[in-house]
């Protein structure tokens, strides 16, 4: 269940991740770096599979509103490289593990005020929406051990969102180069074809009424 009283109210969220949005929105430049030979083609080929991605960003265009109107959608979806995590026994995983299920990916620290904030909230997403057809994949991008980034779940409570670690930071830089990541948290939704959609920048309220509108629509399940 959520803690609310060690959590900012919704509309404080709302006011933090308007901001974010705002300096997100004057700052961003897409950079992408082309590669060559088959794996420039094999970019080439997942950039234009997502091509189609357009009508579910259409879909989820009006529900990207009130706790979550900073969600801002995409202008042209794209598949993201480079974005490499482990699990919880230290596996290496990309994007390309969860095909087939549409994605919440939020990156969070202990040190983040605001992620500490809205990690019960995505916890309490991932309960009522999760799914082998959505997951909140959640990532931790503390440095140093598990140790810090475990006991904050289990003394927040935090049991249903699986554990992701990156203690590289090599996934927030390969964002920040992507022009998508410039603090924490970063949120990032993706389709079920690994197709960016949507993407903020600060905290949002994911455990209200219009989180799970929104996610709904993403999955096509009204």
Known sequence: MTDRKKRL???RLVMIAALFGLIAGAAAVYVRESGSGNGAAAEIAAADACLMAKDKVAAI???????VAAMAPVAIPRPLTGLTFKDKDG????????????????????WCVPCR????????????????RFEVVAVNIDIGDDDKPKRFLTETGVHELA??????????????????????????????RG??????????????????????AAVNRQ
């Not at 290496?92 to 994605?103: H, M, P, S």
């Open 61 to 67: 265009t009006p529900f990207l509103k009130g706790q």
């Open 117 to 132: 904030e809205e990690m019960p909230a995505l916890n309490a997403l991932q309960t009522v929406e999760g799914s082998e």
């Open 9 to 11: 109210p919704a509309a």
């Open 91 to 110: 596996k290496d995983l990309t994007l390309d593990d969860f095909a087939g299920k549409t994605v919440l990916l939020n990156l969070w620290a202990t």
């Open 163 to 192: 554990y992701y670690r990156d203690a590289s930071m090599g996934v927030f830089n390969a964002l920040k180069k992507e022009g998508l990541a410039f603090g924490l948290p970063v949120t990032l939704l993706m389709d079920d």
């Open 195 to 216: 197709c960016l959609i949507s993407s903020m920048n600060g905290p949002a309220a994911w455990d209200s009424d219009d989180a799970r509108g929104l996610i709904r």
